[in-house]
C-alpha cells in the first residue's frame, strides 16, 4: 500500500515532495559544478606537475575519495559554526552550507579521477604538445579540453556520489523542514516515522533523477563523440 | 589543385630570411635508457641542402636521434649544437611523429592550435593555406580522430609546418601509409624542401630513399655507420653493414 501511495504523491505532483526533489537537485548540482571548477584543473595540475611530495600528495588525494561523508559533515560543521573559523557569514544549517559540504566530499573523487585521466593522456599527448612548444597552463587547458567527454563521466561519478550522501548534508543543513531538506535525509527520517510513502516515493525520484541525469551525459557523449572526434 | 609555388612561398620567405639553426652538429652523443645503450657516440653534422634520410634497422637509434635533434630527449653525454649554439632559435624546428596524435578538434582547429602555439595568430588565410599545401581543404570541419591514416599524416605535416620552421624532422612520415597517400605525403615533403626548409627524415622504404634523399645517414646498432650522398650510398656502400642492408639482409 506504501507503493501506491508513493506513486500518488509523485503522480499527484505533490508540492511538498517536489520541492524536496528540488532542493535536493539544486543544492547537488551546484555543488558538483563547484567541485569540478575546483577539482579538474587541480588534479590535471598534479597530473602535469612534478614536485616533493608529489607522491604523497596522489596518495592522500586517492585516500580522500573515500572520505566519510558524516565526517565531512562534521569538519565544514566545526568550520561553518558560529566559533567556527567561516563562522561569520552565519551559512550553517542554509542550503549554502550543504553545497560546500557535498562540494568537499566530492572535490576529491573529481580530482583524483582527473589526475589519473589526464596522466593517461598526457603520456600520449607529451611528445606531441612539447614540441609545439606548448606552455604549462596551456597545456592543462588543452588536456582537459581533449579529455572533456570523459571528465563528463566523472563528473557524473561526483553528481552521483553527492545525490547519494545522506549523513554531510544532514549535518550541515540540519533536515529543516522547507529549508532544507532533501531527499535522502527526507527518506531517513520519514523512514524512521514510519511514514514509508513519501520515502518510497522520494526513492524513486532519486534513482530516477540518477538514471536520468546518467542517460543524458550518455547521449552527449555519444553525439558528441561522432561530431568532435 | 593548388599552387605549389604561392603556398611555398610563405614557408620560403621564412627559411629564407632565417639563420640560426644549420648546421646542426652532434658531437659525441650518447644516450641511454637504465642500463640499454640506444646511442653511442654519435658524431654527425646535418647542413643546409636537400632531404638528410637516416636509414637502418630497427632499434638503431633513428627515432631517438631525431627526438634528441628536437629537443624531446636530452643525451646522456656529448651535444647538439645549431649553427655553434647550444639551443635552437624559437620555432626554428618542427617534428612530425611515425603516429601522431590527432587534437581532439576539427581538422582546422587543429591546425589553428599549431598557429597558436607557435604564437602566431591562427589567421582563417594561414590555415587555408596549409589545408590547401596538406591536400586536406575539403576535410577541414572534420573531426580529426575520424581522419583515415594518410589524411592524420597530411594534417600533422600541416600542424609541423605552422610553425614555419627552418628544420622539419619526419619520423617514418609514410611507414603506414598507402601507396597513392605516400605519394601525396612524398609530393608535400619535395615542395618544402625545395622551398629552402631542410628536411631530415627516417624511413624504411628504400624506394623512398632513392627518391627524396639528397644524403644519407645510415645508421646500425646506434652509431652512425655511413653519411654519403644519396647516390654514391645507394651505388657504392662503404660498409659491409650498409651493403647487406641495402641487399635486405638483417643487420643487427
Given amino acids: ?229 | 589543385m593548388p599552387d605549389s609555388a604561392v603556398i611555398a612561398d610563405g614557408l620560403h620567405a621564412r627559411a629564407a630570411a632565417s639563420t640560426g639553426s644549420l648546421p646542426i652538429r652532434f658531437e659525441g652523443i650518447d644516450f641511454a635508457v637504465g642500463a640499454t645503450h640506444i646511442l653511442s657516440g654519435v658524431e654527425l653534422e646535418l647542413h643546409a641542402g636537400g632531404p638528410t634520410v637516416l636509414m637502418g634497422p630497427n632499434g638503431s637509434g633513428k627515432t631517438t636521434l631525431l627526438k634528441l635533434a628536437m629537443g624531446l630527449l636530452t643525451p646522456t653525454a656529448g651535444s647538439i649544437t645549431f649553427d655553434g649554439a647550444s639551443h635552437a632559435p624559437a620555432r626554428a624546428r618542427a617534428i612530425m611523429f611515425q603516429k601522431p596524435v590527432m587534437l581532439r578538434r576539427s581538422v582546422a582547429a587543429n591546425i589553428a592550435f599549431a598557429l597558436e602555439a607557435a604564437g602566431r595568430p591562427s589567421s582563417t588565410s594561414d590555415i587555408r593555406r596549409l589545408l590547401d599545401l596538406a591536400h586536406i581543404a575539403p576535410l577541414a570541419e572534420r573531426p580529426a580522430r575520424r581522419l583515415s591514416g594518410g589524411e592524420q599524416q597530411r594534417l600533422a605535416l600541416a600542424r609541423a609546418l605552422a610553425r614555419e620552421p627552418q628544420v622539419l624532422f619526419l619520423d617514418e612520415p609514410t611507414a603506414s601509409l598507402d601507396p597513392s597517400s605516400t605519394k601525396l605525403v612524398e609530393e608535400i615533403i619535395s615542395q618544402v624542401s625545395a622551398s629552402g626548409v631542410k628536411i631530415v627524415m627516417s624511413t624504411h622504404d628504400l624506394g623512398q630513399a632513392r627518391r627524396l634523399a639528397h644524403e644519407i645517414v645510415f645508421m646500425a646498432g646506434g652509431r652512425v655507420v655511413e653519411h654519403e650522398p644519396a647516390a654514391s650510398f645507394f651505388n657504392q656502400p662503404a660498409t659491409e653493414e650498409a651493403r647487406r642492408f641495402l641487399a635486405g639482409e638483417l643487420v643487427v
Avoid: C
Avoid at chain 1, 36 to 46: D, H, N
Avoid at chain 1, 173 to 189: C, K, P, Y
Fill in chain 1, 1 to 229: 500500500m506504501d507503493g501506491v501511495g508513493a506513486l500518488d504523491l509523485i503522480l499527484s505532483g505533490d508540492r511538498t515532495l517536489f520541492a524536496i526533489v528540488r532542493l535536493s537537485l539544486l543544492v547537488t548540482l551546484s555543488a558538483t559544478l563547484l567541485a569540478a571548477v575546483v577539482g579538474m584543473p587541480l588534479g590535471a595540475t598534479v597530473a602535469l606537475t612534478r614536485f616533493p611530495g608529489r607522491d604523497a600528495a596522489i596518495v592522500m588525494l586517492n585516500g580522500l575519495m573515500g572520505l566519510p561523508p558524516v565526517v565531512v559533515g562534521l569538519l565544514v560543521f566545526l568550520a561553518l559554526s558560529r566559533s567556527g573559523p567561516l563562522g561569520s557569514p552565519g551559512i550553517l544549517f542554509t542550503p549554502t552550507a550543504m553545497i560546500i559540504a557535498q562540494a568537499v566530499l566530492i572535490a576529491p573523487i573529481i580530482a583524483a579521477l582527473t589526475r589519473q585521466l589526464v596522466e593517461d593522456l598526457w603520456a600520449e599527448y607529451r611528445d606531441e604538445l612539447t614540441a609545439m612548444e606548448v606552455g604549462p597552463l596551456a597545456r592543462v587547458k588543452t588536456l582537459l579540453w581533449d579529455a572533456r567527454f570523459s571528465l563528463v563521466t566523472i563528473g557524473l561519478a561526483g553528481f552521483g556520489r553527492a545525490a547519494a550522501e545522506v549523513g554531510a548534508v544532514m549535518i550541515v543543513g540540519g533536515n529543516i523542514d522547507g529549508f532544507t531538506r532533501v531527499m535522502t535525509t527526507t527518506i531517513a527520517l520519514e523512514t524512521s516515522k514510519g511514514n514509508l510513502a513519501l520515502a518510497i516515493g522520494l526513492g524513486l525520484v532519486l534513482i530516477t533523477l540518477i538514471m536520468a541525469v546518467n542517460a543524458i551525459a550518455w547521449g552527449v557523449r555519444q553525439w558528441a563523440e561522432r561530431h568532435a572526434g
